[in-house]
């Protein structure tokens, strides 16, 4: 079935440096892929996605680009904010389209 | 307007007590589903309903039942609650076939504590 796996955190970055979460998936087909972030004490909020290879999902600053050749789509943001600090999720659907499957989670923390 | 609300945010109880948990979504999607969410923040789908029919029934204990009486509604019954029962439970909701490609919605989690 499909999954997905994304590296062990946690990240602690300074302000202002570049960041990279990496994701890989295994999946039949090409499916949606997701990153979901959960601020602390929040619920899990869509922060991007790109529903085909070769897509590339931004919001607030951050980007991921779909890419089968290596099955990985990896969260990237040129220059982070303390506000930025919050776990990270990649997620795909299952192979039945009926539930999400979800990373095990990177924990970013940065300081000021 | 809070999209997917759930009550209560906060739960404390015994072992062996009976709880339940509610989830409510205005967003007119027609699938709801319940995710447990460990120490390590593991994310774990646990029920999904569809038009109140159940359609993801995961390997939970039988002490977890899921309950929707209407599309809007997913509330969640444990019975007989054991310490490892303790966790954030989130509810979320997305329309079933375009899930795939607009991902679901979240509710902002139901922390269970069983001491």
């Known amino acids: 079935g499909n999954s997905v796996t994304q590296m062990e955190g946690p990240v602690t970055l300074s302000e202002e440096a570049f960041l990279t979460i990496n994701c890989t998936y295994t999946?039949?087909?090409?499916?949606?892929l997701f990153w979901y972030v959960q601020y602390p004490g929040e619920g899990l909020q869509l922060l991007l996605k790109?529903?085909?290879?070769?897509d590339k999902g931004s919001n607030k600053g951050f980007e991921a680009t779909y890419r089968k050749e290596t099955t990985s789509f990896h969260l990237e943001k040129g220059s982070v904010q303390v506000s930025d600090s919050a776990v990270y999720f990649c997620?795909?659907?299952?192979?039945?389209?009926?539930?999400?499957?979800f990373g095990k989670g990177t924990t970013l923390s940065v300081s000021s | 307007d809070t999209a997917v609300s759930q009550t209560p945010k906060y739960l404390v109880t015994q072992m062996g007590n009976d709880k339940s948990i509610k989830c409510e979504q205005n967003?007119?999607?027609?699938?709801m589903y319940w995710y447990k969410q460990d120490s390590k923040k593991f994310l774990k789908i646990m029920f999904s309903?569809?038009?109140?029919?159940?359609?993801i029934n995961e390997t939970v204990p039988n002490r977890f039942s899921p309950k929707s009486p209407d599309k809007a509604h997913l509330n969640l019954h444990i019975n007989s609650l054991e310490l490892g029962d303790s966790a954030v439970y989130f509810c979320?909701?997305?329309?079933?076939?375009?899930?795939?490609?607009?991902?679901?919605?979240f509710g902002s989690g139901t922390r269970l504590t069983v001491v």
């Open positions: 979320a909701s997305s329309h079933l076939f375009l899930s795939t490609l607009w991902g679901y919605t």
């Open positions: 999946a039949t087909g090409y499916p949606s």
């Open positions: 790109a529903t085909k290879a070769d």
């Open positions: 997620a795909l659907p299952n192979q039945a389209g009926t539930a999400l499957i």
């Open positions: 967003l007119g999607h027609d699938t």
């Open positions: 309903y569809n038009n109140k029919e159940l359609i």
